[in-house]
């Protein structure tokens, strides 16, 4: 059974830090990625890393204030927010692909990000 838990979410001022963490089991993922969706809005991509090599890209509106990573023997992968903004406040979901795909099969449940000015 495929599972991603999502934890690290909670209320935090501007200008503060967050780490997200996703804790995948079930399945051998290609990639895991961390989407967004805030009130009346689309979920949108934030950051996703390769599970084999590390390698991570980020939407424009986190480059520079967030860094992914991955700790293979955990099966965890963390995403980590500094300077968040008031415009930063959603839910952010834990998504994952597996090798050959291009669709993002895997989702969690989500973990509430609130930041206050």
């Known amino acids: 059974q495929v599972r991603l838990l999502e934890s690290g979410g909670g209320l935090v001022q501007a200008g503060g830090s967050l780490r997200l963490s996703c804790a995948a089991s079930g399945r051998s993922f290609s990639r895991v990625g961390w989407f967004r969706q805030a009130p009346g809005k689309e979920r949108e991509f934030v950051a996703a890393i390769s599970w084999s090599s590390g390698n991570t890209n980020y939407a424009d509106f986190v480059e520079g204030r967030s860094t992914m990573s991955r700790d293979n023997a955990g099966n965890t992968v963390y995403l980590q927010m500094n300077s968040l903004k008031p415009e930063d406040t959603a839910i952010y979901y834990c998504?994952?692909?597996?090798?050959?795909?291009?669709?993002?099969?895997?989702w969690g449940q989500g973990t509430q990000v609130t930041v206050s000015s």
């Open positions: 998504a994952a692909r597996l090798a050959y795909s291009s669709t993002w099969s895997y």
